[in-house]
């Protein structure tokens, strides 16, 4: 099957969303998600059987209403596309059984797509440049990763990554210390705009002389961590904002001296930030800032697609449709930690 124009349906439940996507092509019909994320604010993070039960009550009633959205019926859809992985277990599976019995069902191929290469994929929709070669600064809550995107189907590179934390993880742990409630980032984003990122110099990962021998484009962010907890502790009169500044600020110049400095040295000029912490909006302007500094083009997905949903995974699906490539074969398996080498299962 190939064809440019096929409608689509992506379904993503790597996490606590319950999301379904509908494209045509590169044109986005739908984007329906369904959050359980206030039942595991009280946790602190995401508790896997919650999120798994939450998707199962959640799916039918959110592939009804991205139908209703799109204006089309399910004998319409020409491919399906599922989050096969990275992700909880439990959630892909819940995902994938249901792509799967849609599949059988309607005798439509079935792509089981990597859930990091959609968040890139998600960068095609409504326009028409070329998604092909880029650099991806990919940073979510479970990673943080500098790709070389040469074929987002078939061949991505992995410049760099984190070693411990990732960037949306560290959000989140800072924002429990400063008791901003769970998701930290959009928590942190929020507190920061009143206060002063220049007020505490917090340390900036992996960037001496010494540890860019070894880890060039790699991340760490746990030293950052402990730095804040050691500054609360024996700084009883701080201000948050300026802390919640201040550790943002550290967080996002790391991201963008790394990615900036990969972009120049493999020779690419275009830029892709994905991923949940894109949503961040001290990241969005001084990457755009940098960006324009360094004479790169600059893309990062609109506020509502950075975050997981379905438009992504039905966007990868698509491309892959486009390609012609080989649909997955049904009862293909779920994989917890695959890598994005692996952008179609």
């Known amino acids: 099957m190939k064809n440019s124009d096929a409608l ?3 379904i993503e439940t790597s996490c606590d969303e319950t999301a379904v996507g509908i494209v045509s092509g590169r ?11 206030e039942e595991h604010a009280r946790f602190g993070g995401v508790v896997p059987e919650i999120a ?14 991205a139908l209703s959205e799109a204006r089309v019926s399910i004998e319409d859809i020409d491919a399906f596309a599922v989050t096969a992985g990275p992700g909880l277990i439990g959630a892909l599976l819940v995902g994938t059984s249901s792509a799967s019995g849609l599949a059988l069902a ?9 859930h990091l290469s959609a968040h890139i994929a998600v960068d095609s929709l409504n326009s028409d440049h070329e998604l092909n070669p880029a650099i991806a600064l990919l940073v979510s809550g479970g990673h943080s990763s500098i790709l070389q995107v040469n074929d987002l189907t078939s061949d991505v590179i992995t410049l760099g990554s984190t070693i411990d934390d990732a960037a949306g993880e560290a959000f989140d742990k800072i924002a429990r210390i400063l008791e901003l409630g769970f998701p930290g980032g959009p928590a942190i984003d929020l507190d920061a705009k009143s206060g002063n990122p220049n007020a505490i110099e917090f340390p900036r990962g992996l960037t001496l002389a010494r540890d860019l021998v070894e880890h060039k484009y790699d991340f760490s962010f746990s030293g950052l961590k402990t730095a804040v907890s050691r500054y609360l502790a024996k700084t009883p009169e701080y ?5 919640s500044a201040s550790f943002q600020e550290a967080v996002v110049e790391v991201l963008l001296l790394k990615a900036i400095a990969a972009a120049k040295e493999v020779g690419i000029d275009t830029l892709i930030i994905a991923g949940g912490v894109a949503a961040n909006s001290r990241l969005r302007a001084l990457a755009q800032e940098r960006a324009d500094k360094a004479g790169i083009q600059l893309r990062i ?45």
């Open 301 to 345: 997905p609109p506020m509502n697609l950075c975050t997981d949903n379905g438009a992504m995974v039905a966007a990868i699906g698509s491309l892959a449709v486009a390609k012609g490539l080989r649909p997955s074969e049904l009862g293909f398996e779920a994989n917890s930690s695959s890598g994005i080498t692996r952008p179609i299962f």
């Open 106 to 114: 309607m005798d439509k191929p079935l792509y089981g797509v990597n």
């Open 27 to 37: 044109k986005l019909l739908a984007n329906v998600i369904s959050s359980s994320v």
């Open 239 to 243: 201000i948050r904002a300026d802390v």
């Open 8 to 10: 689509v349906l992506g």
């Open 52 to 65: 798994s039960r939450a998707h199962l009550e959640a799916m039918p009633n959110v592939i009804k209403q």
